[in-house]
């Protein structure tokens, strides 16, 4: 019996082991279990917002799908007019260019103008003062626009202006004002045929005179007039016949506008030539001794002694230079416009 004691004892134990051993992992399965369920809740709540994050995402992405397709559209439309605008833009800076010429082009053609007026004023009026202004405001307008290919015209420009300045100044007005003044005055002007000595002076009556004295004196004053001596420092005055008065004046006069049209036509030999045959006539035929005939000869004498311009400077060269230049330019543009053709 002794024996048999312990071998229960330890059955007992072994038994109490193994249920000890089972209850510890059954309560390790069911720890298990709960956290199983609870990490299966935590994954499918996970799960379940990632969807719903996902779902948003996809809408999400749809909308901005859609918003992409409708700004790339606008895009489009934007290009299109974009593209319409800028052909618009430059149809219209074409014809501007075609229509409306640049601002050299311009310059170039106010430049030739302007020495195209000079040349007139110069060959038809002798204007150098006018010629010389006109000349220098082309220089001006060309030298605001610095253009190193105008260097050529510009030193013509210099040329024509020192040229223009070393031209004697003739008052070509005051001259011709002069010749219409004499002309006016030669209707008035004494003949030296005319010419009459001053009378002489009578003698003083004295205070107490007689009849009979009175009467000598008057008798001898009347015998003196018969008798004239006349002692003259020039040669006797031509005479002429009243109706060949008239002639004179007039070929004076006709001598007097010929001196005037070649004035203004710059002949400066018939323009001395006239004046000095006026002047001869004058000296001849007029009365010297009276104040208008020696102021006139006076004052023609002064005018066939005035420096006249001579040889005016030629504008030509500035011209075709200028003419070269707007040649130059419109060689690309017709080129230009001939590339499309082709």
């Known amino acids: 019996m002794p024996p048999i004691a312990p071998r229960r004892h330890a059955g007992l134990v072994a038994a ?30 996970k799960l379940t917002a990632s969807e719903a994050a996902t779902s948003q995402a996809q809408a999400r992405d749809t909308e901005m799908a859609a918003l992409l397709r409708d700004a790339q559209a606008k895009l489009a439309l934007l290009e299109t007019r974009v593209a319409e605008s800028q052909s618009q833009q430059a149809a219209l ?33 002798g204007n150098v003062q006018a010629a010389l202004a006109a000349v220098q405001l082309a220089d001006a307008k060309l030298s605001r626009l610095e253009r190193p290919q105008w260097t050529p015209l510009r030193r013509s420009l210099a040329r024509d202006i020192d040229a223009l300045k070393a031209v004697p100044y003739v008052d070509v007005a005051g001259i011709a004002a002069k010749i219409d003044h004499a002309l006016a005055s030669v209707d008035a002007l004494p003949l030296a045929k005319d010419e009459r000595l001053p009378a002489p002076p009578r003698d003083k009556a004295p205070a107490a005179d007689t009849p009979w004295t009175r009467f000598l ?36 006069r006709l ?5 005037r049209l070649a004035l203004l036509a710059r ?26 005939v020696d102021a006139l000869s006076a004052t023609l004498a002064q005018l066939a002694a ?34 499309p053709a082709k």
Not at 107 to 125: G, H, K, P, Y
Not at 255 to 259: C, G, Q
Not at 309 to 328: E, F, Y
């Open 16 to 45: 109490a082991l193994v249920a000890a051993v089972a209850v510890a992992g059954f309560l390790a399965w069911l720890d298990a279990k709960r956290e199983l369920s609870a990490l299966r809740g935590e994954v499918a709540a």
């Open 93 to 125: 800076e074409t014809l501007y260019r075609d229509l409306a010429p640049s601002r050299d082009e311009l310059a170039l053609n106010e430049v030739e103008q302007i020495l195209v007026l000079a040349s007139q004023q110069l060959a038809l009026a």
């Open 217 to 252: 004196r008057d008798t001898w004053a009347d015998l003196k007039s018969l008798v004239r001596i006349e002692v003259s420092d020039r040669p006797a005055a031509p005479l002429i016949a009243p109706e060949q008065s008239y002639f004179l004046r007039e070929n004076l």
């Open 255 to 259: 001598r007097l506008l010929s001196a």
């Open 267 to 292: 002949d400066d030999a018939s323009f001395r030539a006239d004046l000095a045959g006026a002047n001869a006539w004058l000296r001849q035929y007029f009365d010297l001794r009276t104040k208008p």
């Open 306 to 339: 005035t420096p006249m311009q001579g040889a005016l400077p030629d504008l030509g060269r500035s011209l075709d230079l200028v003419r070269t230049q707007r040649a130059g330019r419109d060689r690309p543009s017709e080129r230009a416009g001939a590339a």
